[in-house]
């Protein structure tokens, strides 16, 4: 059993700039990492790339169906999750996306 992730300290402002990283990924995680003020604060850091290859992921399998009658569906179903997981972060917690986070702890992001 994993133990639970830590929590982080987060100002309101960290946490709008998270809840808009999920909603408008990979747009907003993209212009965080130019934001020099905002890219190094912890709760920033610890959302922004999941959210940045959540967003990349998404696009390319809402690509990849949009060839099929479900590519409307599944645009549905990420902005669904994408709201949720903004919501969560704008809470305050730090969570974990199975695959995405375990991929963005190994490069060390």
């Known amino acids: 059993m994993e133990s639970p992730a830590p929590q982080i300290e987060s100002t309101s402002d960290d946490r709008l700039w998270?809840?808009?990283g999920y909603?408008?990924?990979p747009i907003i995680p993209i212009v965080v990492?130019?934001?020099e003020d905002k890219k190094n604060r912890p709760f920033i850091k610890a959302h922004n790339m999941q959210a940045l290859?959540?967003?990349i992921v998404e696009w390319i399998i809402n690509i990849l169906l949009?060839?099929?009658v479900i590519g409307c569906i599944t645009s549905v179903l990420t902005l669904i999750l994408n709201?949720?997981?903004?919501i969560k972060a704008?809470?305050?917690e730090v969570f974990e996306?199975?695959?995405i986070t375990k991929f963005v702890r190994q490069q060390g992001w």
Do not use: A, E, K, Q
């Not at 709201?83 to 903004?86: H, K, N």
């Open 66 to 68: 949009s060839f099929v």
């Open 97 to 99: 996306i199975p695959v």
């Open 23 to 25: 909603i408008f990924t």
């Open 90 to 92: 704008n809470r305050g």
């Open 83 to 86: 709201i949720y997981l903004g």
């Open 18 to 20: 998270v809840l808009l």
């Open 53 to 55: 290859i959540l967003g």
């Open 33 to 35: 990492l130019l934001l």
